[in-house]
């Protein structure tokens, strides 16, 4: 069983390639990481999720599930 992940980072994505070579998937962009997942996780604050067409966000994914860590988004945006 296991997970599959999938990262985009705008700034890191050098070094966390260098660090998880060959257990992580690395994307162009947040839209391909979300691209029939279970779960989006956000775990920065970078500008462009801030900014994330939410609609596309979820029609991009298997189960429209989203865990905030950094507390982008209100939960009532994200309810609806």
Do not use: H
Not at 40 to 59: G, M, N, P
């Amino acid at each position: 069983m296991g997970a599959k992940v999938r990262a985009y980072d705008p700034a890191g994505m050098e070094q966390a390639k260098r660090d998880l070579d060959g257990l992580v998937t690395f994307c162009a962009n947040a839209y391909e990481c979300a691209q029939g997942a279970d779960a989006v996780v956000i775990v920065t604050e970078w500008e462009q999720f801030r900014a994330l067409d939410l609609e596309r966000l979820k029609s991009a994914m298997r189960q429209p599930v989203m865990v905030d860590l950094r507390n982008v988004y209100r939960a009532d945006e994200m309810a609806a």
